[in-house]
């Protein structure tokens, strides 16, 4: 048992190192992040064990329809989900990416792409952060479209109110709502050009995100899954490196 251990970890640094060494070469990396990333963190996923709230269901209030019925029982849900994360703070995998952030150019162009709401990217350091759905932290005005960071929580007052009085929304993306233009766009433009792709903390499974690793390895990029668990994707990638990002990404940092 521990001569098979001890060819496992062997078998994983050679990949650690190999992947060290293409990251090397490479002129583009990307990263796509979901809430695996963030739930090593403490942050509750949308659909998890603390997703419930009251009686309703996630899937009923993530709606401009909710929103529109009845924006205060809405804003009471989103400000205890904001209050949730705010106890959390970023973890190594985090902070990781945020370094891979600060090689920019040297030796590669880095893109960080993520599902996640939760702003933990922005506090580990990370700049800029392609949000695809947004982010808790951001309020939106109804009237003007004005935005605005507000990192209160919990907020002074629900609902909250723009300058002009216009009532205000989180400036996250519900269902029904198309992703924000400019960011899909990035994430398609940077997929298309990526010498490696990483897959970290999802199964990229929810369109149109799902579609980006396979944009990448459509144009020659060696996509790499970080997961401890077995997704959709796993069979699809051309590396699986299984385990938390907290601890595989700073392996790879450190064989850079």
């Known amino acids: 048992m521990r001569r098979s251990v001890e060819l496992l970890e062997m078998q994983f640094e050679s990949e650690i190192r190999m992947l060290a060494e293409k990251l090397r070469g490479a002129r583009r990396v990307v990263a796509l992040t979901g809430a ?19 009686e309703f269901r996630p899937e009923e209030l993530a709606t401009p329809q909710a929103f529109a019925r009845d924006a205060v029982l809405v804003w009471e849900w989103y400000d205890w989900r904001r209050q949730k994360v705010a106890a959390c703070a970023p973890n190594d995998g985090h902070r990781a990416l945020a370094e891979l952030g600060r090689r920019s150019s040297a030796p590669f162009e880095f893109d960080l792409v993520t599902q996640n709401v939760d702003g933990l990217h922005r506090l580990a350091g990370s700049n800029p952060v392609w949000e695809l759905h947004g982010s808790l932290w951001n309020l939106r005005c109804t009237d003007c479209s004005r935005n605005r960071e507000d990192r209160r929580a919990p907020l002074p007052s629900i609902p909250p109110r723009c300058e002009c009085g216009g009532l205000e929304r989180p400036g996250v993306v519900w269902f029904g709502e198309a992703l924000p233009s400019d960011v899909l766009a990035h994430a398609f433009e940077v997929a298309s050009c990526a010498d490696v792709f990483l897959v970290v903390g999802t199964s990229a499974l929810v369109q149109p995100a799902a579609s980006l690793p396979e944009v990448a390895g459509e144009q ?25 990002s907290a601890q595989i990404l700073p392996r790879i940092l450190d064989a850079l």
Not at 43 to 49: C, E, I, L, S
Request: no cysteine; glycine share 16%; net charge negative.
């Open 36 to 54: 695996g990333v963030s739930a090593e963190s403490g942050v509750p996923t949308f659909r998890g064990a603390d997703g419930l709230w009251r």
């Open 220 to 244: 020659g990029a060696l996509v790499v899954e970080v997961n401890p668990e077995l997704t959709p994707l796993s069979g699809l990638v051309d590396l699986r490196l299984a385990g938390p």
